[in-house]
């Protein structure tokens, strides 16, 4: 299992919209990839937001993302998302990871 982990700030008064964007652009990712997202937000820090996204493998992953990035509907919710960030803290941190085992219970 491939996993992507995205670390961002959204301006706390722009919640319900960060939320409309990733609603619509789920709906543009499930047409070609299966995925499965978790969207965290910080208790300490209200703009602070984590997004964590499992994928098959990182080839089919690579092989989608191309497909999915050639939607220009994609590129404008991704511009609308960036509009969102709170400005103090605007970089969007990407980390890739490889899933080694997963269970129920601990």
Known sequence: ???????????PDKEQEY????QKAGEIYKRHIDAHSLHLKSRDDPSKWMEITRYRDEEEYK???VLINQYEEINELFREFQS???????VIR????????ERETF
């Open 1 to 11: 299992m491939f996993v992507k982990i995205y670390e961002y700030h959204i301006q």
């Open 19 to 22: 939320l409309n964007i990733q």
């Open 63 to 65: 092989r989608s993302i």
């Open 84 to 90: 969102l960030l709170a400005s103090e803290k605007s």
């Open 94 to 101: 990407e980390e890739d990871f490889i899933a080694v085992k």
